[in-house]
Each structure stands twice: as structure tokens, then as C-alpha cells.
């Protein structure tokens, strides 16, 4: 059976009908393409140097980047549909209006996730305990970690406490508080570029 473009172009001279053809496909691919970006995974960039050295920016963007490209990573856009947000996960998330007030920038960050709804959070010479329990971060370099303390603050249901691995360089929820769940926007599942730095998380 022909397919249904052959079925409309069919009254057509041949020339027509493959241009026609080709058309069809490769306007087909790029919604396909387009719909994977907007509902399945999408490409981001890391801009500074808030998760270093887990995720690397580049050089010149600012003074805590430790490579010449800045790391793209793949965001699993349907991974939070699936399961509930975990913590230790990289997720890519729209900032609440806060964090443009205090970190002169807002919009896409990409930060860990550390503490759950719920749960009760707390900085200690620059060492995070969750219900009162030292967490155990080996992500964290001795070198990008704080020395701040501050009050143990209870997450708000339906809310998620965020950090950089490079404590030191992170405007985060330290700062700005909580992200609500509808504002994350999904989970890094790998970084695909450069080359040397492909990998799975």
C-alpha cells in the first residue's frame, strides 16, 4: 500500500511528488526532534562554577572554572514523572524570583539536590546535616568547601533544598531558599561534550 503522502501527491508529476516527499520527512524528523527537546531530554551548558568539579565551566566565565569548555549535559525531562526526586541527583531547575535579587542572575540553574520535603537542614562550619545526621558528600573537594554555619531550617512539603559542589562559589538555597517541585525541570543523566568528559551519572 502506498503511504499517505503518495496518496495526496498522486495527481502530481514525479518531480513534485519526491520533493514533496523529502519535505514531509525532514519536517517530520525536526518535530520529532523538537518534541524529544521539549517533553523528553534536552542539551544544557554549564555557565559557572557553582557545581565544580563535578561539572566543569570554562575558563574566563569566572575565576573557579578549571577547563576550556564548559560541560554540556543531557536533562532527563520525564525522569521526575516517573520516580520522586532523589537526594544526590544534579537536576536542572528554574529558579524562584529570589535568586535573580541575590545572585544577579535567575532563570536555569543546575544544582544537587540535598534536602527533601520535610526533612530538616542544616550548615555546620560548612558541613550539611539533614535531621540532625551528618551527610556524607565525597562530591565535595576539601578545597571548594565552606566554613559557614548557619540555622537548621524544615523544608516545606512540596519543596527542595539546593546546593553547588563548589560551596564556596554557589549562590544556592543557602541563599534564596527552596524550589518548588513544579519549577524542577528534570534530572542530568549525562555529560556528552567534550569528548574526554562523556559520561553517565
Known sequence: MRNP????TAGLPRGWRVTLDWLFTIVGAIL????????????????????????????????GCEAHFSDRVLACRICYDIWSPKRGDIVVFNT????????GSGGVFVKRLIGLPGETWQ????????????????????????????????IPNGQYFMMGD???????SRRW?????????????????PPLRISIQ
Open 5 to 8: 503522502i503518495d496518496r495526496l
Open 32 to 63: 520529532i526532534v523538537l518534541a524529544i527537546k521539549q517533553w523528553v531530554i534536552n542539551p544544557y551548558r554549564i555557565p559557572s562554577s557553582s557545581m565544580e568539579p563535578t561539572l566543569h565551566c570554562a575558563r574566563g566565565v569566572d575565576q
Open 96 to 103: 524562584p524570583p529570589q535568586a535573580k535579587a541575590d545572585c
Open 123 to 154: 550548615e555546620k562550619d560548612g558541613y550539611v546535616y539533614i535531621d540532625g545526621k551528618q551527610l556524607n558528600e565525597p562530591y565535595i573537594r576539601p578545597d571548594r568547601r565552606d566554613t559557614q554555619t548557619l540555622p537548621a531550617q524544615t
Open 166 to 172: 563548589n560551596r564556596n562559589g554557589s549562590c544556592d
Open 177 to 193: 531558599g527552596t524550589v518548588p517541585r513544579k519549577n524542577l525541570i528534570g534530572k542530568v543523566i549525562a555529560t556528552y561534550w
